[in-house]
């Protein structure tokens, strides 16, 4: 265990040392840490579902109607009505034929993928696809080519490597550390002329983007052309717990195939029951996927106005466009993502900004590799819906000055007011609190509308002017 103590030591000389931070409590995408309460900007409850009342009494419901636990794998005793009926609902949400569950994200990729390349195949996966892709690569047995992110030329070049080998392509939807998207026109394309399948990870699109939350490939109207999306119910969908989605077929043979749908216990009821709680709301609410977006665009613009340009500079890599102030590589950014990368660089620097900010009441989280690849070391924020614009707007300040610091290593004090309070649950709050603060959030939202509107006639008339030039 020494050789363990020494690596230990090294991660924390190397800025890479993570401990995870102990939540007291949560509601309303705000949290108890250490006996404050801070707003969370780094959670991926993107509509402020988790702690939803009906979600909430789905999960409870289900737990005493059906048990704590799914009692085996699917295919042994743990095959429940409930999780049939969540794969009917999400399949019909996502314009596909059928849909499988798995118990996780991480799951559903380190077992899609495998069943669906093997060894005497190629997987083409994108340099910035999340950890559970790589490993689902990894797993498979095939060979696989990482392409440049998002970068079509490259992703050619690898598919006239596969040389006629039986092919797929693989590639989050949403880049889960920078939140740019994946170019999916161009990716079907290049299958359709090589005769490669496809499977796109909508983790970070399902309920976030497209149509009523549908996704980015519902976006685009490609689910013909997409073989598998996988999507999860943890984040969106503020639960936990994933699905596959394709063909009949295709889910028969995951059925068959992925092993950590086979030898894996089923989906606990309480999560299942929770998901599709909230994807009928999502459905009747799809207002909610607006009310995302309005806040992912106010965040921007506070940052913006406050100095602090959100960034996607990668280190070292070229960058090919501009865009509304964002450098970009490759792939496009579209403001009504809720992440958004503050790209540091240092980790040391990056922790020392993410405990700068959460000791002023906001609650970012550092990322440092291997999530995102050296000298890329960021705070990733997130909304939710669930945000009002007044905390956005807070938070934005809050960060100009404990974040936007050039790397000199000179740290200012912090003086804004910290929004720290005891932390009380929704039904702790008096009626007179209540009413105050619903009030405030309507008054909120009028403004994110308005803050909204002036933004997007900004950027018409930069287009207006982009086309007369
Ligand atoms: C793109 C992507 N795919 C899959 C996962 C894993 O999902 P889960 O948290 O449900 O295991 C994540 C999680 O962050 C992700 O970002």
Not at 72 to 77: F, H, M
Not at 122 to 128: E, K, N, P, Q
Not at 394 to 410: C, E, I, K, M, T
Not at 414 to 434: I, S
Request: with cysteine; net charge negative.
């Amino acid at each position: 265990m020494d050789d363990v103590g020494a690596a230990l030591a090294q991660l924390q000389r190397e800025g890479l040392y993570r401990r995870p931070r102990t939540i007291a409590g949560f509601a309303n995408g705000r949290a108890e840490i250490e006996g404050h309460e801070v707003l969370v900007l780094c959670s991926n409850d993107y509509l402020g579902l988790r702690d939803h009342p009906a979600v909430r009494e789905a999960a409870a419901e289900a737990a005493i109607r059906w048990g704590a636990g799914s009692g085996s794998s699917r295919l042994v005793s743990g095959n429940l009505e409930l999780h049939e009926q969540l794969e009917r609902e999400l399949a019909e949400f996502k314009g596909s034929e059928a849909a499988v569950l798995f118990g996780s994200g991480y799951l559903a990729n380190s077992g899609v993928i495998p069943a669906l390349a093997g060894a005497g195949g190629v997987i083409l996966s994108d340099a910035h696809n999340h950890a559970s892709i790589i490993d689902g690569c990894h797993r498979s047995g095939a060979q696989t080519i990482v392409y440049e992110h998002a970068d079509l030329e490259s992703l050619a070049d690898g598919l006239r490597r596969a040389d006629g080998r039986p092919a797929l392509i693989v590639t989050d939807a949403v880049f889960s550390m920078d939140g740019d998207l994946a170019p999916l026109v161009g990716i079907v394309a290049h299958a359709a002329r090589h005769g490669a399948r496809v499977l796109v990870d909508e983790a970070h699109a399902t309920g976030v983007i497209g149509p009523g939350g549908r996704g980015l490939v519902a976006a685009l109207g490609l689910e013909r052309q997409v073989d598998v999306t996988i999507g999860t119910l943890s984040k969106a969908l503020g639960s936990y717990g994933a699905f596959a989605c394709g063909s009949r077929q295709t889910c028969d043979w995951l059925v068959n195939r992925a092993r950590t749908l086979i030898f894996s216990t089923a989906l606990p009821p309480p999560s299942a029951a929770a998901g599709l709680a909230a994807l009928r709301l999502l459905r009747e609410q799809p207002q909610l996927v607006d009310r995302l977006h309005a806040n992912a665009r106010l965040i921007r613009a506070e940052l913006d106005a406050a100095g602090l340009t959100p960034g996607h500079v990668q280190l070292g890599a070229p960058v090919a466009a501009r865009e509304g102030g964002m450098a970009v590589v490759g792939a496009r950014v579209d403001a009504r993502i809720p992440i958004v990368p503050l790209i540091v660089g240092d980790p040391h620097e990056a922790v020392r900004r993410c405990e700068a900010a959460l000791a002023a009441g906001v609650f970012v989280q550092a990322i440092r590799p291997p999530a995102v690849p050296a000298g890329s070391s960021r705070l990733r924020l997130t909304v939710s819906a669930a945000h009002t614009a007044a905390e956005l707007r807070q938070a934005a300040r809050v960060l100009a000055v404990s974040v936007g610091v050039a790397g000199d290593g000179a740290l200012p004090d912090v003086h804004l007011a910290p929004a720290v309070r005891p932390h009380r649950h929704p039904e702790q709050r008096d009626d007179e609190a209540d009413a105050a603060d619903d009030h405030q959030d309507h008054a909120d939202r009028v403004d994110v509308d308005a803050a909204c509107r002036g933004r997007d006639r900004k950027l018409q008339d930069r287009a207006d002017r982009d086309q007369e030039q």
